[in-house]
Nanobody, 124 residues
Framework: QVQLVESGGGLVQAGASLRLSCVAS????????MGWFRQAPGKEREFVAG????????YYADSVQGRFTASRDNAKNTVYLEMSNLRPEDTAVYYCAAAPGFGQLVRKIDIHYWGQGTQVTVSS
C-alpha cells in the first residue's frame, strides 16, 4: 500500500510562487511515476505534471509549461511542484498521484493512488 500526503497549499496573489510537496510511503512507491493533478470547482480533475522517481524525467500540461516545475528528492521520498507566476485560473485543489507510467497519468487512467489534496487559491 502506498500513501501520499500533500502539503504546501495556501492563498497567494497573482504572480506569486508556491511550492507543493508530496511525501510518499510504502514498499513499492519507487516503481511508480508520480503526478500532480488539480480540480477546480465545477470542473473535472486534470493532469498538471508528472515525474519519474527513477529517471527524473518530467512531463507537463500545456497550461503550466514554463511556469510549473516538478522535481523529486529520493532521499526524502518527496516530490515537489514548484509553481511560479501563478494566475487566478490556477486556483484548485491539487492532488498528488501514483501511476505505472506517464501515459496513464496524462490519460488519467489506472491511477493507483491519490493523496488527499491541498488547496491553492490565487487572488487577482
Amino acid at each position: 500500500q502506498v500513501q501520499l500526503v500533500e502539503s504546501g497549499g495556501g492563498l497567494v496573489q497573482a504572480g506569486a510562487s508556491l511550492r507543493l510537496s508530496c511525501v510518499a510511503s510504502g514498499p513499492t512507491f519507487g516503481s511508480y511515476v508520480m503526478g500532480w493533478f488539480r480540480q477546480a470547482p465545477g470542473k473535472e480533475r486534470e493532469f498538471v505534471a508528472g515525474i519519474s522517481w527513477s529517471s527524473g524525467s518530467t512531463y507537463y500540461a500545456d497550461s503550466v509549461q514554463g511556469r510549473f516545475t516538478a522535481s523529486r528528492d529520493n532521499a526524502k521520498n518527496t516530490v515537489y511542484l514548484e509553481m511560479s507566476n501563478l494566475r487566478p485560473e490556477d486556483t484548485a485543489v491539487y492532488y498528488c498521484a501514483a501511476a505505472p507510467g506517464f501515459g496513464q497519468l496524462v490519460r488519467k487512467i489506472d491511477i493507483h493512488y491519490w493523496g488527499q489534496g491541498t488547496q491553492v487559491t490565487v487572488s487577482s
